[in-house]
C-alpha cells in the first residue's frame, strides 16, 4: 500500500507542478504582449517569447505524461510520439513567425516520421518485447497485491481490537450487572432464574466473540511480537509443546499474522490427530525469509490436500511464501513454512 500512496502522490506532485509552469508561463507571456502593446506595438515580437514558453510547457507535459503512463510495450512508443509532435509544432510555428514562404518543415517531419515509423515496427515485432511486457504487468500485479493484502491485514486487526475493546467489553460489563441483579433477587426466584439465564447467554456470547477476535489475530501478536503469540499459542495448547522462536527483528505485520495462523492451524491438527504426542513449534528469521515448523510425533498421515491446509497454503503463497507438509504414515508430521520479509 505504501507503494501504491507514494506512487499517487509523485504524479499529483508532478501534475501541479505542470499546472503551476502554465499558469506562470500565461503570466508572463501576457506581461511581455502587454509591453509590446505599451510600446507602441510594431512587429510582434512576444510571439517568439510566447513560442519558447509554449516549448518548455510542452517539454514539461511530455515528461509528466511519460512518469504517469502505466508501464507496458507501447510506453515509450507514446513518450516517443509525444515528442516528435511537440518537436514537428514547434518547427511549423517557427516557419509561421517566420513569415511562412517555402514550407521547409516538411524535411525535418519526414526524418522524425520515418524513425517513430521504425520504432512502431520494432515494438510491434520484437519478440522480447512481449516477454517484457508481461514481466512488468507481473511486477505491477504484484506490488498491488501486496498492497491489498497489507490493507485486508490492517482492517482484521482493527476489527479483531474493536471487537477486543468495544462489544466484548460492553458483554463482560453486562454479565456483571446482570450477576448483581441476580444476588438481588434471592427471593423472587422466579425473575432470579431469568437473570440467571441471561447472564449465561452474555457469558456464551462473551466465549463466541472472544473465539472470533482470536480467530483474527490474539491482540499479544500485534503488541508483543511473534515468538510472544507462538508462547501464548504453546501454553494454550492441549498437547505438550516446545516453542523455539528467536526472531531478531519483528516481520511485517501481514507475514506475522500469517505465520501465527500457520502454527495455529498445525497446532490444532496434532492436537485432533496426533494421538496425544508432544509437538515443537520452531520459529527464525533466515535471509530475509520467516520460517515456522511445527511438527509432532504423532501417527502421521495427514492429507495435504485437506481443507485447513489448503488454506494455509493459500494465505502463505499469496506472500510469495512456500508451505511443505510432510507426514508419513508411523512417523509424525511436519509442517514448514517460509514467508518472505523482504520490501
Not at 258 to 266: G, I, L, Q, S
Request: glycine letters at 10%; hydrophobic letters at 45%; proline letters at 5%.
Amino acid at each position: 500500500m505504501a507503494i501504491i500512496v507514494s506512487v499517487n502522490q509523485s504524479n499529483s506532485w508532478h501534475g501541479d507542478a505542470l499546472s503551476l509552469q502554465v499558469a506562470l508561463s500565461a503570466l508572463f507571456g501576457f506581461v511581455n504582449t502587454l509591453i509590446w502593446a505599451l510600446t507602441g506595438g510594431g512587429y510582434f515580437w512576444p510571439a517568439w517569447v510566447w513560442l519558447a514558453l509554449g516549448i518548455a510547457a510542452g517539454v514539461h507535459a511530455v515528461v509528466v505524461h511519460g512518469v504517469r503512463a502505466t508501464p507496458g510495450r507501447y510506453r515509450k512508443l507514446r513518450i516517443h510520439g509525444e515528442a516528435t509532435g511537440l518537436i514537428l509544432a514547434v518547427y511549423v510555428a517557427i516557419w509561421i513567425l517566420s513569415g511562412a514562404g517555402y514550407f521547409w518543415p516538411v524535411w525535418p517531419t519526414s526524418i522524425f516520421l520515418l524513425a517513430l515509423g521504425i520504432h512502431a515496427i520494432v515494438v510491434q515485432w520484437r519478440p522480447e518485447s512481449r516477454e517484457q511486457e508481461l514481466v512488468e504487468r507481473v511486477d505491477e500485479l504484484t506490488r498491488t497485491r501486496r498492497g491489498a493484502v497489507d490493507v485486508q491485514a490492517a482492517e482484521l486487526r482493527r476489527i479483531e481490537r474493536d471487537l477486543h475493546d468495544g462489544a466484548q467489553a460492553r458483554l463482560v460489563a453486562l454479565s456483571m450487572h446482570l450477576g448483581r441483579a441476580e444476588a438481588r433477587l434471592d427471593d423472587q426466584p422466579e425473575l432470579a432464574e431469568l437473570v440467571r439465564r441471561a447472564r449465561q447467554e452474555a457469558g456464551s456470547a462473551i466465549s463466541e466473540l472472544r473465539d472470533l477476535a482470536r480467530g483474527i489475530a490474539p491482540p499479544v501478536l500485534a503488541d508483543r511480537g511473534l515468538a510472544a503469540a507462538l508462547d501464548g499459542l504453546g501454553r494454550r495448547a492441549a498437547i505438550p509443546v516446545t516453542v523455539d522462536a528467536t526472531i531478531d527483528k519483528r516481520p511485517p505485520p501481514v507475514v506475522e499474522t500469517a505465520a501465527y495462523f500457520v502454527a495455529a492451524e498445525a497446532l490444532t491438527n496434532s492436537a485432533k490427530h496426533a494421538g496425544g504426542a508432544a509437538a515443537r513449534v520452531y520459529a527464525a528469521m533466515a535471509d530475509d525469509r520467516l520460517v515456522v515448523e511445527v511438527s509432532d510425533s504423532g501417527t502421521g498421515g495427514a492429507d495435504p490436500a485437506g481443507s485447513g491446509l489448503t488454506g494455509l497454503r493459500h494465505r502463505v503463497e499469496a506472500l510469495d511464501g512456500t508451505l511443505t507438509v510432510t507426514s508419513p504414515p508411523g512417523h509424525g508430521t511436519t509442517v514448514l513454512a517460509e514467508l518472505p520479509c523482504g520490501s
